[in-house]
């Protein structure tokens, strides 16, 4: 190319993939929650989201349609990876991995930061507490519900949710013990089976 040439016009990018829109989805959710951890979530403002998560406020808008829905989202994506299968598991995967990764996920510090926010400001957002309870609890509660016995398992489903959590997960949220290891997970989620009598397979 000689010197009085025009350079080459800039190739367009065409549009995103599957997978880079999932990847920035989890960028801007991984943002907000650091953001609602460190500042509650009345503190918190998309106007600050977009800096953090190194995009424009269109884009947020282009994937989540208000705050509350950047919140729920991210409930919701806690959710969802707990209750999915690796997918090398066995066909059914055993009841007990399945609580394991529960008590793994709500233990953990992401769950506890979000769950300590929504105790704080529930009375301020009722509505975003309802949302909290339907997309978080109530949807792990369906889904052991699907995996139990008998012709009414929910109430089985949701004492079974409650040891999951337990005391240990009360001394996660005053900041009186550190997420557990894997091991004291599965420890944990087969002690909740055992009390109450399932079987773990």
């Known amino acids: 190319m000689t010197h009085d040439q025009p350079p080459p016009p800039a190739r367009k990018r ?10 920035r989805r989890d960028q801007i959710l991984d943002a907000a929650v650091r953001l609602f951890v460190a ?12 800096p953090a998560a190194r995009v ?5 808008y282009g994937y989540f349609g208000d705050k509350s829905d950047v919140f729920t989202a991210a409930v919701e994506r806690l959710r969802d990876r707990a209750l999915a299968a690796p997918a090398a598991a066995a066909s059914p995967e055993p009841l007990a991995a399945l609580a394991a990764r529960i008590v793994a996920t709500l233990h953990g510090d992401e769950a506890v930061g979000l769950h300590r926010l929504m ?3 529930a009375t301020t957002f009722p509505e975003l507490a309802a949302r909290f309870h339907r997309d978080g609890p109530r949807g792990y509660i369906t ?3 699907g995996r139990l016995p008998g012709p009414d398992p929910e109430p089985l489903a949701e ?5 999951l959590l337990g005391e240990p997960h009360r001394e996660r949220l005053l900041g ?4 557990p290891t894997e091991e004291e997970a599965g420890r944990h989620a087969r002690t909740a089976l055992e009390l109450l009598g399932i079987t773990a397979e």
């Open 56 to 60: 424009t406020k269109r884009t947020v």
């Open 39 to 50: 500042k509650g979530y009345q503190r918190t403002s998309i106007d600050d989201l977009v």
């Open 176 to 179: 009186l013990r550190p997420a």
């Open 159 to 163: 004492a079974l949710f409650t040891l």
């Open 14 to 23: 065409g549009r995103p993939t599957a997978r880079e829109r999932e990847e």
């Open 119 to 121: 105790i704080a400001e």
């Open 143 to 145: 889904a052991l519900t």
